[in-house]
Structures are given as structure tokens and as C-alpha cells.
């Protein structure tokens, strides 16, 4: 089966996403259509503050938005209730942001099984796959590690150890290499390429890094809450913004509050 015949996984219908925080209102996402096929590998760019984090939030379903309907496998999420959500989101989907936070007291292993216990699965089992998963990873002998006796590219892969480790349909990832040294983000790629490839899993990884998206096979950009360019790798100006903003100064640094509020969320 091609990529074209698959099934949509997100379908994301005039999205909207209005910030009101009393004095000003901040249209963040003006109107966005967007379909993300099974077994894509999507990143998304563009300049800070046109939105990249809050789509992320609102098509995972850990903001709302303000109109406009979010489909992930044909279900509204805004129609499902509170718990259903979360519990499809614990199920389905792995999450690998910056402030993400790993929980310092837990070693690696615990940091990455907490997912599993939480929906439920038998410890001996969740023990079982968090091992597999820190292994895939290539953290094998870091299983008794806490976060801070790891180096922040560990920790990272302990991240996505942990988003991996429930086997999720799609991974959100919100500048997953930002805080890495270019050996360790393009490790971080390669295994994010290789899930991807072998196992089908889908990817929507924003970033501000050409070499990171150079990694995807479709690259959208973004422009002030909107998309304005949507193309496979393969196009010759796939990593150039419509606007020539050159990634490469951009750096990827990222305060986005939206991340910060909304990510919190998805730790629980
Ligand atoms: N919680 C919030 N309350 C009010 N405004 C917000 C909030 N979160 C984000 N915004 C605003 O919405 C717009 C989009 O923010 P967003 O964080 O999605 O940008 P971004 O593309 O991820 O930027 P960056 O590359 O810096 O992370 C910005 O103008 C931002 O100031
Ligand atoms: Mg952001």
C-alpha cells in the first residue's frame, strides 16, 4: 500500500485557536486545514510565535480550540469527555517535549514504565517494556539512573523511551533536539527515522533546525496562525519558508507560554 492510500490518522477542519487573556486577543491558529496520514514523518517550521506549539497542543487534544473540529482516527476529540481524552492520549499517543519534565526522584526505568502503570498494565509487564524501550533507545545500562545523574541528551532519550513505550499510533514532538549538541540531535533523528520506518509509527516533530526537518518527509511551514507552504522533502525548496526566513539564525531556543501551560498537561 502507498502513503497515499493510507488512512488519515489527524484530520484538523478550520481550526481556530484565540488567546484571550482579558486585555489582548492572540488568534494564534487562524484557520487551519491539515491531514496526517498513518506512517508520515511531518516536521513543522516556521518563525517563533506563528503557532507551531499551539497546533501541536490543540491537534493532541491538550488545549481546546476556539472553532473548528480536531478528527484523530475519524473521532472528535472535542466531543470526547475529559477522561476519555486523556485516557485515548495515554493510549495512543507519545509526547516528547523540552519541558517535559522527567520526574527526578524516579530512576530512567521508572520515569518510562509510570506510563504504562497508569493505564493500568501489571508491573512485571510495564518493567518488561520499559526496559525494551530504554534499550531501543540505547540507554541499557542507564535503567537505575536518576534524570540528574544523566546528561540532557540521556535524558532526552529517556523522553522518548517514554513516548514510545505504549506503542502509540502518532508521537508529538515539540523541538525534541533543542537542547542537544548537533551528535546527539542527529541520533535523536535517526531513531525517531527508524520507529518511523520499521514500526510505522507517525511523527509530528516541530523544529526550527533544517537538518532535523531534513529528517521528515514532508515539511510544513507556518506564517502567523496559518500554513503557507505543505511539501514532501523531495521538492527542491522544501526546507526554504516562503518568506526566506533562514532557519539556520532562528536558533532553537523556545519560550513559548502555550508549551509551557498547555505540555503541563500531558505529564499527567
Ligand atoms: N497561553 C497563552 N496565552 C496567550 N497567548 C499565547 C499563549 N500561548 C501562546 N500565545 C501566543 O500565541 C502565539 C503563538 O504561540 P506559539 O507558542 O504557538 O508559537 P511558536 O510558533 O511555538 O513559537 P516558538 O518557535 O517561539 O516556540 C504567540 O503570539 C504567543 O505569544
Ligand atoms: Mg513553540
Redesign the pocket.
Known amino acids: 500500500m502507498t502513503l497515499d492510500n493510507r488512512k488519515s490518522i489527524v484530520q484538523a477542519r478550520k481550526i481556530v485557536k484565540i ?1 484571550d ?1 482579558g486585555s489582548v486577543k ?1 488568534e ?1 491558529l487562524r484557520g487551519i486545514d491539515l491531514d496526517v496520514k498513518r506512517g508520515e514523518m511531518v516536521a513543522v517550521m ?1 518563525p ?7 497546533l501541536l497542543n490543540c491537534l493532541s487534544g491538550l488545549d481546546e480550540t476556539t472553532s473548528g473540529n480536531v478528527f484523530i482516527e475519524g473521532t472528535d476529540l472535542a466531543r470526547m469527555k475529559d477522561d476519555e481524552r486523556t485516557e485515548y492520549r495515554a493510549s495512543n499517543m507519545g509526547f516528547v517535549f523540552q519541558f517535559y519534565n522527567l520526574l527526578p526522584v524516579l530512576t530512567a526505568v521508572e520515569n518510562v514504565e509510570m506510563v504504562l502503570l497508569l493505564s493500568g498494565i501489571k508491573p512485571k509487564e510495564a518493567r518488561r517494556r520499559a526496559e525494551k524501550a530504554l534499550e531501543i533507545v540505547g540507554l541499557k545500562n542507564y535503567e537505575k539512573h536518576r534524570p540528574s545523574q544523566l546528561s540532557g541528551g540521556q535524558r532526552q532519550r529517556v523522553t522518548l523511551a517514554r513516548a514510545l513505550v505504549n506503542d502509540p499510533k502518532i508521537v508529538w514532538a515539540d523541538e525534541p533536539t533543542g537542547d542537544l549538541d548537533k551528535k546527539n540531535s542527529n541520533e535523536m533523528m535517526q531513531m525517531m527515522k527508524s520507529l518511523n520506518e520499521k514500526l510505522e509509527m507517525t511523527f509530528v516533530i ?1 523544529t ?1 533546525d533544517p537538518d532535523v526537518a531534513a529528517v521528515c518527509r514532508r515539511i510544513i511551514h507556518m506564517e502567523d496562525g496559518k500554513i503557507v507552504k505543505d511539501v514532501p522533502i523531495t521538492a527542491k525548496d522544501a526546507l526554504v519558508h516562503p518568506k526566506g526566513i533562514d532557519y539556520t539564525s532562528c536558533g532553537d531556543r ?6 509551557i ?1 498547555a505540555q503541563e498537561k500531558a505529564s499527567m
Do not use: L
Open positions: 488567546y487573556t492572540v494564534a516556521g517563533s510565535g506563528c503557532g507551531k506549539t499551539t516541530v526550527h523556545d519560550t513559548g507560554s502555550a508549551r501551560s
